[in-house]
């Protein structure tokens, strides 16, 4: 029913090859995503399976539509309408003529033959994630409102408003939003455009500005008065540049598996894929919030600490002399006669932290804790502890479902 086109590779990624193919009894040109499933986890075969549910559910306009998916020994085919205009910031510096005006998202709707932004070079760059997918909370149409930010930030001076190369620091970036508008690129820009990409890169998705907003906003729909019509020839050569360190960057970032070249996978420990990256993030997320708890218990404040547990958490320490303790009764007692009552100075040092994360809502981490505080003859002590720590992810937020303490008390009682 399918055949590939002799010689014709669209795009290479992360697992995967995108070739074209023809329908056989119609001649018409599609995109086949082939997928190399030799060695994917059971985990990795259902979001493969997850995605191909999805895009089948997918019809719109502006959409690549899925249309057969295939599963072989060793291969999964994924069938998709193609897409041939090639990246949007390839087809600004190809013009003679670019202003403020022509980047607004209508206008590069219209100047683009009506090509899929999924099919220019957008689809799961991570420079483009929002705070809430990096954090691994529920998201919407929200998620596209901030890309189409980041996009539109970039039409306006030819560069990123979040960039490093290192992708953790990346989402750090842009999980605090941390971006400005820096001189002297942006001088020329008028305060209308930097309004609307502030309310796009908004990082509460519920005070994000909304589609039908934006449409509205004096940027968008007063092109003639609003806009700047002066061409932006320092955009386009710095286009040029991002265009340049993006095509450098991209096969030092990515696994490539090229089932149909034959070219072997890359066991490069510098290269990496978008979900190593994740891991490593998630991994410094449970590092804070444990820094946070240790935190909460010197300063005796257990409000902000029983935010941080679960409320059936349970615990083997030294305080509870061998037993299983469940519940936050047995911590509230120490925190109220002792740590609560305590004026004098702790402070706490975590030592060679272990994380391992156990699946997208799941972690453990493993540490020495030093523990400095003043006796009740005004001397200096240090006690040390081992203690490893189990966290859960509920609603967005991390909690510490159990706790295992092995050393001197956590609570100096001198």
Not at 313 to 327: D, I, R
Not at 373 to 381: A, E, K, L, S, T
């Amino acid at each position: 029913m399918w055949a590939p086109v002799p010689s014709c590779c669209q795009a290479r990624g992360a697992f995967s090859v995108v070739r074209r193919c023809v329908k056989l009894c119609t001649g018409h040109e599609y995109a086949a995503k082939i997928i190399n499933t030799k060695k994917l986890s059971a985990r990795d075969h259902q979001k493969l399976e997850r995605e191909a549910r999805i895009c089948r559910l997918l019809k719109h306009s502006n959409i690549v539509r899925l249309h057969d998916s295939i599963s072989e020994e060793g291969f999964h085919y994924l069938v998709f309408d193609l897409v041939t205009g090639g990246e949007l910031f390839e087809d600004i510096v190809a013009r003679e003529y670019y202003s403020e005006a022509d980047a607004r998202p209508c206008a590069v709707a219209h100047t683009c033959n009506s090509n899929t932004l999924g099919g220019r070079g957008f689809a799961g760059t991570p420079g483009y994630l929002s705070p809430e997918v990096l954090r691994k909370e529920a998201y919407g149409k929200p998620v596209d409102i901030w890309a189409c930010g980041v996009i539109l930030y970039i039409l306006l001076v030819g560069y990123p408003p979040f960039w490093d190369e290192d992708q953790h620091k990346l989402y750090q970036q842009i999980k605090a939003g941390a971006y400005d508008f820096p001189s002297p690129e942006w001088d020329t820009v008028t305060p209308e455009a930097k309004n609307l990409i502030n309310q796009m890169l908004t990082i509460n998705p519920a005070k994000r500005i909304t589609a039908h907003e934006a449409l509205k906003h004096p940027w968008v729909c007063q092109r003639s008065t609003v806009a700047s019509m002066m061409h932006r020839q320092e955009t386009v050569e710095c286009l040029k540049k991002f265009n340049a360190r993006r095509k450098l960057k991209e096969p030092q970032t990515t696994v490539i598996h090229n089932p149909v070249d034959g070219i072997k996978e890359s066991s490069d420990s510098a290269n990496t894929t978008i979900e190593d990256e994740d891991a490593k993030a998630r991994k410094q997320e449970i590092i804070k919030t444990t820094e946070q708890l240790i935190e909460a218990v010197n300063n005796g404040d257990f409000e902000a600490y029983a935010k941080i547990c679960d409320p059936g958490l349970t615990s083997f320490e030294p305080e509870a002399l061998g037993n299983l303790v469940e519940g936050m009764d047995f911590h509230r007692f120490y925190f109220e006669n002792l740590l609560a009552k305590n004026s004098k100075p702790i402070h706490t040092t975590i030592l060679n932290p272990h994380v391992h994360v156990i699946g997208e809502d799941a972690a453990c981490i493993a540490y020495i804790r030093l523990t400095q505080y003043i006796d009740g003859q005004g001397r200096p002590r240090t006690s040390q502890s081992e203690e490893t720590r189990v966290w859960h992810r509920r609603d967005g937020k991390w909690q510490n479902v159990h706790f295992h303490c092995s050393g001197a008390p956590v609570a100096p009682l001198q």
